[in-house]
C-alpha cells in the first residue's frame, strides 16, 4: 500500500512541478519560515530551538576539560553527536544512529570544522595534555524536511551563546565561547530536473537526490553533501551553489536578528 500511496504521490507533485508549483505553495527556492530561541536547555553550556517550518531541531552544547588528540596537542576537540527521536518521524528508530544520524552529524560537524568557527587552539589548556572538549548534540525533535539545514542552524546557534564553564574546573573565571564565523547549511532536491530548496519531507521522499552545501560568512564554500541515487549534472550543481551563496546571506541575517 505505502508503495501505491508513493506513486500517487510522486505523480501529484510530478504534476505540480510541470505548473511551476510546489506542495505547500512556495517557489523553487523559497524557504520556510525560520525561528531560533537561544539558551532553552538551563544546565547546558550552550543551547538552540530551531524551528524550519515545523520541522524542528534541539541543540545543546557541553564542555569539559580532556586529553587531546595526539595528533593534535595544542588543539582542542569537537564532539558531533544526533539522536533521532522516534516521534519525530515514522522512519525512525531506538537504538544506535542510523544512516541519516550518522550523515547528519558529519554535516554538522564539517561545517563547523571546515570554517575554522571555532578556533581549536584558543581551547588548548596545556598543550598535550589538556584541552576543552566541545560536545554538540543534536536531537530531531520533529521531522518535516530539510533537518540538515536546521540541525547545522542549531548547531551554530549554541555555540554563540555557549559560555565556557571555566570556573566549574578551577580555570578561573567563565566566558563567552569566541566564535569566529557562522556557516550556513543550505539543501536542494533534484527531481524531474527540477531543483528545489528547503524540501519537505514528501518531497525528500521522491527526490532522486539532494545537495547540501555548506558556506562561511565571506561566500567561501566550507563543505559539501550528496545523498541519493540520482545525478546531478555540472549546470545544476554551479546553479545550486549560486543560489545558496544568496539564501545562505539571507538566513544569516535572519539568524543574526534571534
Not at 9 to 33: S, T
Request: glycine residues 8%.
Amino acid at each position: 500500500m505505502s508503495s501505491v500511496i508513493s506513486e500517487i504521490k510522486k505523480d501529484f507533485i510530478y504534476n505540480l512541478l510541470i505548473k511551476g508549483e510546489r506542495i505547500d505553495g512556495r517557489k523553487f527556492d523559497q524557504y520556510r519560515e525560520i525561528s531560533i530561541e537561544r539558551d532553552v536547555i538551563r544546565k547546558a553550556e550552550g543551547s538552540a530551538l530551531v524551528k524550519l517550518g515545523s520541522s524542528q531541531v534541539l541543540v545543546g552544547v557541553k564542555m569539559q576539560p580532556g586529553e587531546p588528540f595526539q595528533d593534535s596537542p595544542n588543539r582542542g576537540v569537537i564532539i558531533t553527536n544526533a539522536e533521532l527521536v522516534p516521534l519525530a518521524s515514522p522512519s525512525f528508530e531506538p537504538g544506535p544512529p542510523n544512516e541519516v544520524g550518522i550523515e547528519l552529524a558529519r554535516l554538522v560537524d564539517r561545517g563547523v570544522r571546515e570554517s575554522k568557527a571555532l578556533d581549536l587552539e584558543a581551547l588548548c589548556i596545556e598543550p598535550g595534555k589538556k584541552v576543552w572538549i566541545v560536545f554538540i548534540d543534536v536531537h530531531i525533535l520533529d521531522d518535516c524536511g530539510n533537518i540538515l539545514d536546521a540541525a547545522s542552524l542549531g548547531a551554530i546557534a549554541a555555540l554563540l551563546c555557549t559560555k565556557v564553564p571555566a570556573s566549574r574546573f578551577g580555570l578561573g573565571e567563565d566566558y563567552i565561547l569566541p566564535i569566529r564565523d557562522i556557516p550556513i547549511a543550505t539543501t536542494a532536491i533534484e527531481f524531474s530536473d527540477v531543483l528545489m530548496f528547503d524540501p519537505g519531507v514528501e518531497e525528500e521522499a521522491i527526490a532522486n537526490t539532494k545537495l547540501t552545501v555548506i558556506t562561511t560568512t565571506n561566500g567561501d564554500i566550507c563543505g559539501m553533501q550528496k545523498s541519493g541515487t540520482g545525478m546531478l549534472n555540472p549546470e545544476q550543481v554551479y546553479r545550486i551553489i549560486d543560489i545558496a551563496c544568496e539564501k545562505a546571506k539571507e538566513i544569516r541575517e535572519k539568524f543574526l536578528e534571534a
